[in-house]
């Protein structure tokens, strides 16, 4: 009987430490997810694990390119740990290709407000910052001119509903988004305005950002105005425009569904009267 000789060709090492690289990048951004969710620990440590983790997925892509160049050339295994590694890695750093693609041509500012000359002011919140979270204080003139560029839209809502139907509007609309209420006071009349502080949260990170609405009355109905800002870093990739864009429509919505349009009453056909003649003179 003939034996069967069987040559190891091995497996690209570089392609085996690409995949456990891409693993243990994968693992510490769900940590760092599941850091910033429950609120176990503060947000910076869960930034640096993030940071980390997106080092370490770059770093895994660039193993698993140099495991193809050994696969192929040295003739070794290792194609399916390679293709794994390039996936994870793309999965890790595509969300935040994303933002910062979408985010390069925007302003170094973390705090929107849709009135720079009086904004409405943190209270609640503003108990609930730690010492390094960013300041509560508007920025001022420097942000407004900044914010007017990058985002020219925004701006105060007014309506010619009631001070109260604006107020319970927008609480409706923060409900809905089930963001957390801080500080909630309806407007009274003659005694101060009314005021929605509320917690909020961004998408996949689960980063933490504070916005407060402020309902005034006026002679011919109420103003809106809304402030949206992030308590960690100097950028927000646009978040809290966004969220304050969004807001205001949707509270715009709320107003509207409240006082469904009526048809306009049809006018009575005015009964066409016969001329008199005129007398002709003789």
């Known amino acids: 009987m003939a034996r069967r000789i069987i040559f190891d060709q091995g497996t690209s090492r570089l392609a085996l430490w690409a995949r456990r690289i891409a693993l243990f990048s994968l693992a510490a951004t769900i940590l760092a997810i599941i850091i910033v969710h429950s609120g176990l620990l503060e947000i910076r440590p869960a930034l640096v694990t993030f940071g980390a983790a997106m080092a370490l997925a770059i770093l895994a892509l660039l193993l698993a390119f140099a495991g193809f160049v050994s696969i192929w050339k040295d003739g070794v295994a290792g194609m399916g740990a390679s293709l794994s590694a390039i ?20 302003p170094w500012i973390y705090d929107i407000t ?8 943190y209270e609640a919140l503003a108990r609930l910052r730690v010492r390094d979270a960013n300041p509560t204080t508007y920025a001022g003139l420097y942000a407004a001119d900044q914010q ?17 139907a604006a107020y319970d509007a927008a609480l409706a609309v923060v409900n809905k988004r089930r963001w957390r209420v801080v500080d909630a006071r309806p407007p009274q009349a003659g ?5 929605i502080e509320a917690v909020a949260r961004t998408p996949i990170m689960g980063f933490r950002d504070d916005v407060v609405i402020r309902v005034r009355a006026e002679t011919d109905g109420a103003r809106i105005d809304a ?36 048809p306009p009453a049809q006018q009575p056909e005015k009964k066409s009267t016969p001329s008199k003649k005129g007398r002709t003179k003789s």
């Open 87 to 106: 996936g994870i890695a793309i999965l890790l750093l595509a969300y935040p290709t994303f933002l910062a693609l979408k985010a390069r041509n925007l």
């Open 114 to 121: 849709t009135d720079p000359i009086d904004p409405p002011r």
């Open 148 to 164: 007017r560029s990058a985002y020219p839209d925004l701006g105060p809502l007014g309506t010619n509903a009631t001070a109260q």
């Open 191 to 195: 005694r101060r305005e009314g005021r």
């Open 227 to 262: 402030r949206s800002s992030s308590r960690y870093g100097a950028f927000d990739f646009g978040t809290n425009a966004a969220r304050v864009r969004g807001l205001m429509n949707d509270i715009e919505d709320a107003i509207r569904a409240q006082r469904p349009e009526r």
